[in-house]
């Protein structure tokens, strides 16, 4: 079975510009979490969709926005770009929302910003 | 925010010894997680304890978790090369509305 699939893989932008980050779960998985990993650090949780409805947020500003498709699939977007969004973007799936026991990621999409 | 905080930050061992992380956290969970992450790639879930045990064990790994301390340690026994990794603790909190929260990390090396 395919696992947590990202793309792009890498992506370079500049200051200003919009982003848009995907991620394709596992089969049968209902749940998705982005979370953000600056280098050096450990991931932050950026959002969480369950059933295409937000079920948690962390502390991230408006410019950040996901949302999640019928076929439980989702988007990151990131809009006005600054240089500190440069980062890993991780996405992870998982069948439940809470107790979750186990998160499954992807290999992460690396963003760059200029 | 962070909520753990992984100590070392950095390990360096020989090949066959065993490698020992802690990980300390601040407020009521249901379970911990142990993460491996390779050359700043995906995550890999290694071992999951609940807050209502103190070990368990999964081939060459042990953790513990002390709640009372807030603490969880991760062993791997008998390191190899392949180890070399950075190695996350999550947890999973009680009253939070995240997923799972992560420590900064600790950077293992294992020298052949």
């Known amino acids: 079975d395919a696992g947590v699939t990202q793309s792009p893989t890498h992506l370079i932008k500049t200051r200003g510009q919009h982003v848009t980050l995907r991620c394709s779960p596992i089969s049968g998985h209902k749940s998705v979490s982005w979370y953000q990993q600056v280098l050096g650090q450990g991931p932050q949780f950026i959002f969480q969709y369950y059933e295409k409805e937000e079920r948690g947020r962390g502390n991230f500003p408006d410019r950040f926005s996901a949302r999640q498709f019928p076929n439980y699939s989702s988007e990151l977007n990131v809009n006005a770009l600054l240089l500190g969004d440069s980062a890993l973007y991780l996405c992870?799936?998982?069948?439940?929302?809470?107790?979750?026991?186990?998160?499954?990621f992807g290999p992460g999409t690396r963003l760059t910003v200029l | 925010s962070q909520q753990g905080e992984e100590d070392p930050q950095a390990l360096s061992i020989q090949e066959g010894e065993n490698a020992t992380m802690n990980c300390s956290y601040k407020t009521s969970i249901n379970n911990l997680q142990w993460y491996r992450q390779n050359s700043g790639r995906g995550l890999v879930h290694l071992i999951l304890i609940r807050s209502n045990e103190r070990e368990k064990h999964s081939g060459r790994l042990r953790v513990t978790l002390d709640t009372s301390k807030k603490s969880s340690s991760l062993l791997i026994t008998a390191s190899r090369a392949a180890d070399t990794a950075s190695y996350f603790c999550a947890t999973d909190e009680t009253y939070g509305n995240t997923p799972l929260v992560f420590g900064k990390g600790t950077r293992l090396s294992v020298i052949a």
């Open positions: 992870a799936s998982s069948l439940v929302t809470r107790e979750l026991g186990e998160q499954f």
